[in-house]
T-cell receptor
Framework: AQKVTQAQTEISVVEKEDVTLDCVYE???????LFWYKQPPSGELVFLIR??????QNEISGRYSWNFQKSTSSFNFTITASQVVDSAVYFC?????????????FGTGTRLTVIP | ETGVTQSPTHLIKTRGQQVTLRCSSQ?????VSWYQQALGQGPQFIFQ???????GRGNFPPRFSGLQFPNYSSELNVNALELDDSALYLC????????????????FGPGTRLTVT
């Protein structure tokens, strides 16, 4: 069975600090996909990144970076020099290859508040 | 913006009633998924439609049903509403190419907030 755990319910940081959001997943599949989505107060989920299980290369996109480690089943997300606009709920999600429907299993989310 | 639209934005219904939520997918996308997001929780997969047919379903009872139209827009219908159905309902569209079922991203709409009293 699949599971996504985001142990940090809420995090507050002061603007310009770095922050890492943790994500741990469980799956029996060898082929799977991991995602991060941002949900601002407006409610719309914004796609940030997709990573497949065969690509453990870390990725950097501007102030965002992702660290995928299969050995620890983790896919952590770091925001460097945080800004007030980064305040949102962030979800990690898993999609397994065998489900066929590409449905996403989401964690419970981490609410990030960036204080000016 | 993702180009995925949903209507209505907000809706209040009474227990036992029926509701229909609508979703227009992003131009060129042929797959629509529906999710339910209860307050303080992550979204939960309801079902997915691909080329007008249901293509997978989560752990939701049959009173949750859907349709996809030839233009790939979609409806979510919920019968016999219960108080626990109060949630944000999210629609996501994606483009499926052949058998690569997991090689594409899902783009979400702004959601419909349903309140059941």
């Amino acid at each position: 069975a699949q599971k996504v755990t985001q142990a940090q319910t809420e995090i507050s940081v002061v603007e310009k600090e770095d922050v890492t959001l943790d994500c741990v997943y469980e799956t029996r599949d060898t082929t799977y996909y991991l995602f991060w989505y941002k949900q601002p107060p407006s409610g719309e989920l914004v796609f940030l990144i997709r990573r497949n299980s065969f690509d453990e290369q870390n990725e950097i996109s501007g102030r965002y970076s992702w660290n995928f480690q299969k050995s620890t089943s983790s896919f952590n997300f770091t925001i460097t020099a945080s800004q007030v606009v980064d305040s949102a709920v962030y979800f990690c999600a898993l999609s397994e290859d065998q489900t066929g429907a590409n449905n996403l299993f989401f964690g419970t989310g981490t609410r990030l508040t960036v204080i000016p | 913006e993702t180009g995925v639209t949903q209507s209505p934005t907000h809706l209040i219904k009474t227990r036992g009633q029926q509701v229909t939520l609508r979703c227009s997918s992003q131009s060129g996308h042929n797959t629509v998924s529906w999710y339910q997001q209860a307050l303080g929780q992550g979204p939960q997969f309801i079902f997915q439609y691909y080329r007008e047919e249901e293509n997978g379903r989560g752990n939701f009872p049959p009173r949750f049903s859907g349709l996809q139209f030839p233009n790939y827009s979609s409806e979510l219908n919920v019968n016999a509403l219960e108080l626990d159905d109060s949630a944000l309902y999210l629609c996501a569209s994606s483009l499926r190419r052949g058998l690569a079922v997991n090689s594409y991203e899902q783009y979400f709409g702004p959601g419909t907030r349903l309140t059941v009293t």
